[in-house]
């Protein structure tokens, strides 16, 4: 029986708005480029229904309309949704933990692991996060990178004994010529090259929850509560 605490969750109309009121606050370019694109978009539109009903095709004009109104909305939506995830990665950029929002949204895909670093520094706060799919293992190593790579290499040495011969990735978000932005981390990592189908990528993922996780999510952006937008 529902209560009066109860809390419908939001719709979709009311996440667009509360995304676009978010983007704008980080980037106010966004809203500029939004005012353009729908203007584009319903030009184009507006446009062609006129000619079909100057042509006397009215079915035509009535499906122009339908079909600009959608397109409007699809294409509003896609760019608002690029605009959000680039915003989000800005605000994020250099923030301890910030790497664990990302790899969030990996595990909603084909990947396995957690958006919790497997190893750390408390000090220094460089952080380690492991996730397994078919490029093999991917170590990602945030912070600092001297201490992020010294962390990686002992996480690498772990790895050779419990999954041997399976290929394991180095990629490190710090502040390094050998390191990516945040921002383009999901790209990185989905351009390594596959190596393990899903069953192989299960086994190797039930051995290495064998290694645990003890390393708390630290101040800073927490991966629970972050909401990277969906491609």
Known sequence: MATKNDKKEPGQIAQII??????????????????????????????????????????????????????????????????????????????????????????????????????GNAKSMDLVYRIVGAPGIVLIGEGHQAGAQTLVDIERKKLQKIAPGVPVHSIYVTKSDHAVKLSELLKTIKKLPKKLNRSEVKVVASRLTALGINIPVPKGIDPRRARPVRK
């Open 18 to 119: 509360s995304v676009l009121k978010r983007t704008i606050e980080l980037d106010r370019s966004t809203l500029w480029i939004l005012i353009i694109v729908v203007f584009l978009a319903l030009g184009t539109g507006t446009t062609l229904t006129v000619l079909s009903f100057a042509s006397n095709q009215v079915l035509s004009g009535i499906l122009l309309i339908v079909i600009t109104i959608l397109s409007t909305f699809v294409v509003f939506s896609l760019v608002l949704s690029k605009r959000a995830e680039k915003a989000a990665y800005a605000s994020w950029e250099g923030q301890p933990g910030a790497t664990g929002a990302v790899v969030q949204t990996l595990l909603r895909r084909k990947w396995r692991g957690s958006n919790q670093p497997v190893a």
